[in-house]
């Protein structure tokens, strides 16, 4: 298994602003995955972080609006820039769990709302 | 990505009736198939999974079936009992094994 810690787990933001969300694991993992909930929907994959690379956007997202960082094996950081209303969702980063049985493990989630 | 789709959307049941929830996907080469739950306001949290190498699996009250020349496979949920209310998600893991795409959800809500 694999205990993940996020933060902050809601905010409230005013449009234009950004906002990092940070995640660490309990145990080094070599991927770690971003997704988006917007209210009542299902979860979109972001971006996948790999430790000392770029990371890998999914269609419909791009790097300047959702930068990533992925320093080390245990932490990554999403920043949504430039918020309008619509960014309004809840953020879970997740992991595959040690044995890279498929299973993903999940952050408790951030929920951001954007005035 | 992926095309991962589930129906029905939204599924109520009285308690003590069986539950089932299909999933499609459109990447031949996916070879792991499990399902999540999610509680309301809680994370996704796996239930069971299966891999292409078995057509079924079963822990308990749930079970889940693949049928890999369709493309899909599905959760199976009998007794129902009140606390299995949630929204469930399929996650095919797609070829290269990098990524994982949720399904669209299905509401499930178990009257008592």
């Known amino acids: 298994s694999a205990v993940i810690s996020q933060k902050p787990s809601r905010d409230i933001c005013q449009r234009g602003t950004s906002l990092t969300i940070q995640c660490q694991v309990d145990?080094?993992?070599?991927?770690m995955f971003w997704y988006r909930q917007q209210p009542g929907q299902s979860l979109t994959l972001i971006a996948t972080?790999?430790?000392?690379?770029?990371?890998?956007?999914e269609s419909g997202f791009v790097i300047d609006k959702f930068p990533i960082s992925r320093p080390n094996l245990t932490f990554s950081t999403l920043t949504v820039s430039n918020m309008s209303p619509e960014d309004s969702s809840i953020y879970l980063c997740s992991v595959e769990g040690q044995k890279n049985t498929g299973e993903l493990f999940f952050g408790e989630g951030s929920r951001l709302t954007v005035l | 990505g992926e095309n991962v789709e589930q129906h029905p959307s939204t599924l109520s049941v009285q308690e003590g009736d069986s539950a089932v929830i299909k999933c499609t996907y459109s990447?031949?080469?996916?070879?792991?198939f499990p399902w999540y739950k999610q509680e309301l306001g809680k994370r996704p949290q796996l239930i069971i999974d299966i891999r292409s190498n078995v057509g079924e699996k079963k822990d308990q009250r749930i079970a889940v079936t693949l049928n890999k020349t369709a493309k899909h496979f599905s959760l199976h949920i009998t007794e129902t009992q009140p606390e299995d209310s949630a929204v469930y998600f399929c996650a095919p893991q797609g070829s290269t094994g990098n990524q994982f795409y949720f399904g669209t959800g299905t509401s499930l809500t178990v009257i008592p």
């Open positions: 972080a790999n430790q000392g690379s770029e990371a890998t956007y």
């Open positions: 990447d031949s080469a996916s070879n792991y």
């Open positions: 145990s080094q993992v070599t991927m």
